[in-house]
Nanobody, 123 residues
């Protein structure tokens, strides 16, 4: 099994930055993609960003393109989501997920999910 743990959420003012982390452990040999999603209360989960395991294929949602950056530290088995120029509408619980194909992950078909970390942006 694969375990994912997000961290780095918090409360920041609009225009500020946060960096989320997703640490992955367990049986990782079948993982070929990971992604970030977010969910606001009462709304459906929304795709944010996804990457192939080798970071060659990276995709961002239009709403975050140019502001968010996905990256990876192989030595720490950790993925990051650097979020800049944050807006109140970025407020949500952010989740990371892993899967076997970027296309599947983008569509929310991840095989494993973390527990989420709350990001709150004040205006």
């Amino acid at each position: 099994q694969v375990q994912l743990e997000e961290s780095g959420g918090g409360l920041v003012q609009a225009g500020g930055s946060l960096r989320l982390s997703c640490t992955i452990s367990g049986r990782t040999h079948n993982i070929y993609a990971m992604g970030w999603f977010r969910k606001e209360p009462g709304k459906e989960r929304e795709f944010v960003a996804a990457s192939s395991w080798n970071t060659v294929d990276i995709t961002y949602a239009d709403s975050v393109k140019g502001r968010f950056t996905i990256s990876r530290d192989i030595t720490k088995n950790t993925w990051y989501l650097q979020m800049n120029s944050l807006k109140p509408e970025d407020t949500a619980v952010y989740y990371c997920g892993t899967g076997t194909y970027v296309g599947l992950v983008i569509n929310g078909r991840a095989d494993a999910w973390g527990q989420g970390t709350l990001v709150t942006i004040s205006s």
